[in-house]
């Protein structure tokens, strides 16, 4: 057990609420503050994509035995449900008995923060926090950023508080603070489809739902309650974009003519799509994601990645897994604890922002290429033969502990390995013959 | 001439000066701010690295007739002197009467601003500008960011305030607005050559003289009291480290043993190692430049580079060019003159900030290296005979107008051919040969 200390958490969300969990459970005392009201006590924004949890969200979870109470409120998905304009093909994600899993993030939060209450943290709501004094470990407090604030004094500060963090935004002010953020040409929009009148799922409840279009696609994850929350994913400007859909008439034929199959699930898309935002997306990298033994940055607060391999609130999740490793390995000597954490993550951080940045392109093109399935039905009959040699990318990202930046790593080797088997002549009638396997364990010499 | 506006330039350095001057010669009411006390009061910082002048920045001057008035403080530097540990090299930047010119940064600064009030610029020294209300092109003025804070409406912001710039600081928390900031590991240091006591240079002074030593290395620019400027740049941790040079002893021997030629000519080394700061070398990129026709950025403040090509003020410089070209193709739409000033201006920010990146392997190893020297002697020899086939990238960035991003892209090709040609065998007896002539003809094809 650590020396007990006081210690704040900015940021009431998903890595915030579990982060002080944590805490609670090494013998601190833990304030968690959120500028917004308890989520708990409000509806939530219509600018959500469901969540996906997969194993480095389970393990952090299940770290405090919270796992279970999660798994109540989750959905398995074993397989992509992909909507082509005149069929529906069934992908796999892993082998059987693998799944990732569909979360609301709304339903999520309110039972993170309770089980968080329950563990003897306190939560401060509507609480701005608008500055720190990085080496007093104190936070700035008031109504608004020009205003009077009080100074409220810890022993150390974890900055949760998401891609806009405001404990970030001091640390940026440091010289010799590296710093990126990039924002995508592409945008979401969040859209609903209802349950049945029964209560029932209108599409397969274990599926993730997906239409790929080449420059813009839709998805929907299940929720608990017989809906699914559909995401919009398309570009600001040019033509299939959100700058085109100006009024109902655009919104509805844009619709029938690219999504027919969503027509009878999505009933109130028009007002749907003018009554939610547009949604922005945004990589932001940093580093440091520490101040001495004072300040540490956690989840999208130093590693805001977009969402499309799933890994947002996994790889959020996964710091604290590594945070409480190095917390078990270094006692009191929380200057190392940072320093190792960061070390640790901030290669793994990298690397899934690039794999999350490159998956728009798998999501949204190659899932409608019969060529891209074909490649992955090989992988997948390699890798259950040899599956020490072969483990594919999106398994490892997502049923692994592996480090992120070995999956991108050996994700990287297999792509050029399976690009030279793709060009086998015939290969779509060779595919699972032993010629073709050959030629893979011949590559992988 | 445009209709005449009321326009404040935030940052009363370089670019922010000379923009003054071409905004009156526009027609405009020019109010230049600064945070600093007046240049021309006070004695300089001791963290300066002397200015490279080359065409870009001339263009920009003699496009307001000030040019010969900063001929008049400009020193010309037609080679490299490289000093290496047991002999000098000289290598010629350009054609004969090509030169680049040495200038004190804060000479420079001071005479532009003098040349600024001249024309008309009203200067208010010691304002600090903490934000900026961008739809209302509005300064907001203080002692203290937290303290009280006049409003200033103008009908047009300049941030010409530099790679910290307040006025992007605001930018930058709009939505969509992409940034990153990444320092380099290696720092610099300001020493001093002083003059002999009859007032002549202590080294030859119409060159730019370099100790290159792999991962660091010192400069010196002449100036025109008989000094020279010199710059340690060198790793902050490591073996060859600011770090590592702890005490008078360590400078010293340090020096003795790695610019045995220095010692001579630095006296006050230790006194002066110790006295002037370490600083930081930092690149800086985001996008957009402009917001609507109220407020834009240029200089340092949209593309801060790190200065191992000597194009910072000279890329400044030539955003002023840009700008002064849009109005006058745009007249008073400054809408579009923004809109095409920044999309002109941006991939060229982007290029040259990545060849200075480059050029700091160029100086500290490259210069020392023989078969560079020799690629270098065998490009010359090339262009001089073949000039509409070859320019080599340095002449291209440093002695003409074209694009940096075309430079840029020549140059990798150029690269490409050349390291063919240096496999060639036997290449350092016939550099000089038609054979190697003519495979860089067929290369070039």
Redesign the interface.
């Known amino acids: 057990m650590q020396k007990s200390l006081k210690i704040a958490v900015v940021g009431s969300g998903l890595v915030g609420s579990l982060l002080a969990i944590y805490l609670k459970k090494a013998g601190h005392t833990v304030h968690v503050y959120d500028r917004s009201p308890d989520i708990r006590k409000i509806q939530f924004s219509g600018r959500s994509i469901n969540l996906a949890m997969s194993h480095r969200g389970w393990k952090a979870l299940d770290g405090v035995d919270v796992g279970d109470k999660v798994r109540e409120i989750a959905i398995p998905m074993d397989k992509r449900a992909i909507h082509l304009k005149d069929k529906l093909n069934f992908q796999h994600y892993g082998k059987e008995g693998e799944s990732i899993y569909s979360i609301s993030r709304g339903t999520l939060n309110r039972k993170m923060i309770d089980l968080a209450e329950e563990a003897g943290a306190e939560f401060f709501f509507e609480q701005r926090i608008w500055d720190v004094s990085l080496a007093e470990a104190t936070l700035h407090i008031g109504e608004t950023e020009?205003g009077e604030w009080k100074d409220v004094k810890y022993d150390m500060v974890f900055g949760a508080d998401g891609a806009f963090s405001r404990i970030r935004h001091r640390m940026q002010r440091q010289?010799?603070?590296?710093?990126?953020?990039?924002?995508l040409n592409t945008g979401y929009k969040e859209l609903n489809i209802p349950a049945n009148a029964d209560g029932l799922h209108k599409l397969d409840k274990n599926s993730f739902h997906i239409w790929p279009r080449g420059n813009y696609m839709l998805i929907a994850l299940p929720n608990l309650d017989g809906s699914f929350t559909c995401t919009l994913f398309m570009p600001f400007e040019g033509e299939n974009s959100f700058a085109a859909l100006t009024d109902r008439k655009s919104v509805e034929d844009f619709f029938e003519k690219n999504f027919p199959d969503s027509i009878d699930v999505i009933p109130k898309l028009a007002e749907d799509f003018f009554k939610n935002p547009t949604s922005?997306l945004v990589t932001m990298k940093c580093f440091p994601w520490t101040f001495e033994d004072k300040v540490a940055l956690i989840g999208d607060a130093c590693h805001a990645i977009v969402p499309f391999y799933g890994q947002g609130m996994n790889a959020g999740f996964e710091d604290i897994t590594v945070l409480y490793e190095m917390m078990q390995q270094f006692g009191d000597d929380w200057t190392t604890v940072f320093s190792e954490y960061q070390k640790s993550r901030k290669p793994n951080a990298d690397a899934i922002a690039e794999l999350s940045y490159r998956n728009f392109m798998e999501m949204s093109s190659n899932t409608a290429d019969e060529k891209f399935l074909l490649q992955k039905k090989i992988e997948k009959r390699f890798s259950e033969k040899f599956p020490d040699k072969w483990l594919p990318l999106y398994s490892r990202v997502t049923f692994s502990h592996n480090p992120y930046s070995e999956a991108l790593a050996i994700g990287d080797k297999q792509n050029e390995i399976m690009s030279k088997v793709m060009q086998l002549p015939e290969i779509e009638k060779i595919w699972d013959s032993e010629a073709v396997e050959n030629r893979i364990l011949d590559l992988l010499k």
């Open positions: 020009r010289s010799m603070f590296n710093y990126s953020q990039e924002f922005t």
